[in-house]
């Protein structure tokens, strides 16, 4: 027998989708969007700004992204109204790199609520089984192209930093670093790897609790919030209200 879902909630804490729009521009080609704008202000600092009305974003209820991309953005905006990321394709290994180009507009707008969001999605999709042709199953990791988009959009010490390190540390082959032609691997990852490597060459307390947060349980180390908060938990289905 199925469990049952209780669909109830305490009044007045249900994100209600009411109220006025406010016009998006995104990208070169002048895509145009119109999105709540109790959404866009609920998670990001930076729609929380430009919408003040100290702003003329917030004058003019119109804000302009021209160098975001559109997929970023509508993958965004799904994401304010589902609390889901759209990003599974079937039979396609595009949902890593995407992820990272998600992770990099969150950074933009400072929304670190939606950041640990596909921080949860790309563990989730290294638990992910992916049948192959051989009739087997694999698991999709970061590529080398990946890692270098979240090394080009994110600081030094940043939480999807550390997670690609981890992620070679604990499950990477040779066949991961680019040995024919090493200028396509960030220098600074392998810089941060080997120190990893390093660090965890005996195996040793940290590195399982880390492996077990990895292939077990809720990334909680790589989300964005004060030392000692207690972490929200399942971002990709509870947003804040």
């Given at each position: ?147 270098d988009s979240i090394y080009r959009i994110t600081p030094k010490g940043s939480p999807a930093r550390r997670l690609m390190v981890d992620m070679h540390t604990i ?71």
């Amino acid at each position: 027998m199925t469990s049952l879902t209780d669909p109830r909630c305490a009044m007045g804490t249900e994100l209600l989708v009411i109220g006025a729009t406010v016009e998006v521009v995104v990208g070169a080609d002048e895509s145009i969007f119109y999105v709540h704008e109790r959404l866009l202000r609920s998670t990001s600092e930076f729609f929380k700004a430009a919408l003040s009305k100290e702003w003329k974003e917030g004058q003019a209820r119109k804000v302009e992204l021209p160098d975001d991309s559109v997929c970023s953005f509508e993958g965004y905006t799904r994401w304010l109204y589902t609390g889901k990321l759209a990003v599974i394709e079937s039979g396609k290994d595009t949902e890593v790199g995407l992820l990272a180009s998600l992770y990099g507009f969150g950074e933009k707008i400072i929304d670190e609520q939606f950041q640990n969001c596909v921080i949860d999605a790309l563990v989730a999709g290294t638990r992910t089984d992916v049948p192959d042709n051989a009739g087997g199953s694999n698991h999709w990791y970061p590529t080398k192209g990946t890692v270098d988009s979240i090394y080009r959009i994110t600081p030094k010490g940043s939480p999807a930093r550390r997670l690609m390190v981890d992620m070679h540390t604990i499950n990477a082959q040779e066949a991961w670093i680019d040995v024919d032609c090493p200028e396509q691997n960030n220098h600074e990852f392998l810089i941060d790897l080997a120190i990893s490597l390093l660090n965890n060459r005996s195996v040793c307390k940290d590195f399982e609790d880390k492996h077990d947060e990895l292939e077990n349980g809720t990334p909680c180390s790589y989300h964005k919030h004060s030392k000692g908060e207690t972490c929200a938990g399942n971002t990709s289905s509870e947003k804040s209200k």
